[in-house]
């Protein structure tokens, strides 16, 4: 298995909703990140995973939890979301090494309503 | 602070005609440089690294630290090669952190 994978393909929630984003990867990659797209624009780094302990947080809101249960897996835990957090989020996973390729997987696409 | 710079939100070129895609960067070290594309309906994917040095789909990129650059060329478009593309940049020190452009769309035109 050589993608990442993610969960749901879409998403709609209501602003006091709580949800949780899905991904997965079977590569043996060690770290993994989130990013959050806004339409017509670059990805931006939330946060990095580096062998299961967070590595990075780009001072993102506490309405988002990342969580990393193990090596293959990396949950997003949304709560209280407000509209402007609609977006396209994109799960990467890479080898850890410092010179390792990020491998991106389709996205969740989120409306909060 | 890093920051990467694509002057060009869209560039339009015809089928067979060369194609170049600017990328600027600002950065004090000494980075690590990506190109990301992302077809349509399709996931973002690497297109290619400097460290590479290698053409990937035709294209290639040069990393000129004097000018700050990272400009991809293709010498001969083809229409398969419309697709929204970024450029990308590591701080060697950062390891993971990817900075991107604002990303360039490019049309190839029959």
């Known amino acids: 298995d050589t993608e990442v994978t993610q969960t749901p393909k879409h998403l709609v929630m209501g602003m006091t909703n709580k949800k949780s984003l899905k991904c997965e990867q079977h590569m043996g990659h060690r770290a993994m990140y989130w990013y959050k797209q806004k339409a017509k624009k670059p990805p931006e780094l939330m946060f990095v995973?580096?062998?299961?302990?967070?590595?990075i947080n780009e001072s993102v809101p506490s309405r988002f939890s990342p969580e990393c249960p193990n090596s293959s897996l990396l949950n997003l835990h949304l709560h209280a979301l407000q509209p402007e957090d609609s977006a396209l989020y994109l799960c990467?996973?890479?080898?850890?090494?410092?010179?390792?390729?990020?491998?991106f997987g389709p996205g969740t696409r989120l409306t909060v309503l | 602070a890093q920051r990467v710079t694509q002057p060009e939100k869209l560039l339009s070129v015809f089928k067979g005609a060369p194609v170049e895609l600017k990328c600027n960067y600002s950065y004090s070290g000494s980075p690590e440089l990506f190109w990301y594309v992302q077809y349509s309906r399709q996931r973002l994917q690497l297109l290619l690294r400097h460290i590479s040095r290698e053409s990937i789909k035709g294209f290639t990129a040069d990393l000129n630290k004097g000018e700050t650059s990272f400009h991809l060329k293709k010498p001969f478009a083809q229409e398969e090669d419309s697709a929204m593309y970024y450029c990308?940049?590591?701080?060697?020190?950062?390891?993971?952190?990817?900075?991107f452009g604002q990303g360039t769309r490019l049309t190839i035109n029959p």
């Open positions: 990308a940049l590591r701080a060697i020190q950062g390891a993971q952190k990817l900075v």
């Open positions: 995973y580096s062998y299961e302990k967070l590595s």
């Open positions: 990467a996973s890479s080898g850890g090494g410092r010179g390792d390729t990020q491998y």
